[in-house]
């Protein structure tokens, strides 16, 4: 069955970075892009951006734009969004979510980063 | 970027009801709107994509409807386990976004 695995939660300070990875099985991973959306704490969901398994590319938020990366690793099946400069407001659970063309259809369970 | 909103932003149906929510695009997006149900503490589930067309599993008492900028979900008879809340999003043009979304309760 198709399953997207997320790594464990982060805290981290102002101004670091965070790399959360999405680890994907039962599928054939490129052959589906994947999303990354995010949800702060009691808010809605945030789109921050796409990428192709197939050959890297991707489509970023304008709001990220500049402090964002999303890559694959296709050997391992596994996706990756760091997210750089975090503030404060970067709170939020990050999800990693199977696409259908961009649609995000298999979700994983989500990664608590924690910014303080 | 197009803005999505959702009427009502919470809603209140007893078991068996049949319950509406509405979605309004700032600019048409053509027939690229997707609904989510989202349980507490879980992450989103995708119900329906490209306005109407169901997921694979998901119960048929799920439907959507609409174009341009007007698109409904409809849940013909409401169940327990329907409490949730229900986002759409704009898959037309990025950033692809969400509604702000629309919490249903049970009576």
């Known amino acids: 069955q198709v399953q997207l695995v997320q790594s464990a939660a982060e805290v981290k300070k102002p101004g670091a970075s965070v790399k959360v990875s999405c680890k994907a099985s039962?599928?054939?991973?490129?052959?589906?892009?994947i999303s990354w959306v995010r949800q702060a704490p009691g808010q809605g969901l945030e789109w921050m951006g796409w990428?192709?398994?197939?050959?890297?590319?991707?489509i970023y938020a304008q709001k990220f734009q500049d402090r964002v990366t999303m890559t694959t690793d296709t050997s391992t099946y596994t996706a990756y969004m760091e997210l750089r400069s975090l503030r404060s407001d970067d709170t939020a659970v990050y999800y990693c979510?199977?696409?259908?063309?961009?649609?995000?259809?298999?979700w994983g369970q989500g990664t608590l980063v924690t910014v303080s | 970027d197009i803005q999505m909103t959702q009427s009502p932003s919470s809603l209140s149906a007893s078991v068996g009801d049949r319950v509406t929510i509405t979605c309004r695009a700032s600019?048409?997006?053509?027939?690229?709107l997707n609904w989510y149900r989202q349980k507490p503490g879980k992450a989103p589930n995708l119900l329906i994509r490209?306005?109407?067309t169901l997921r694979s599993g998901v119960p048929s008492r799920f439907s959507g409807s609409g174009s341009g900028t007007d698109f409904t979900l409809t849940i013909s008879s409401l169940e327990p386990e329907d409490v949730a809340t229900y986002y759409c999003?704009?898959?037309?043009?990025?950033?692809?976004?969400f509604g702000q979304g629309t919490n249903l309760e049970m009576k």
């Open positions: 600019q048409t997006i053509s027939s690229y």
């Open positions: 999003q704009q898959s037309y043009s990025p950033p692809y976004t």
């Open positions: 979510a199977r696409s259908i063309v961009v649609v995000p259809e298999y």
């Open positions: 039962g599928y054939i991973f490129s052959n589906y892009g």
């Open positions: 990428i192709s398994t197939n050959n890297g590319n991707t």
């Open positions: 490209a306005t109407s």
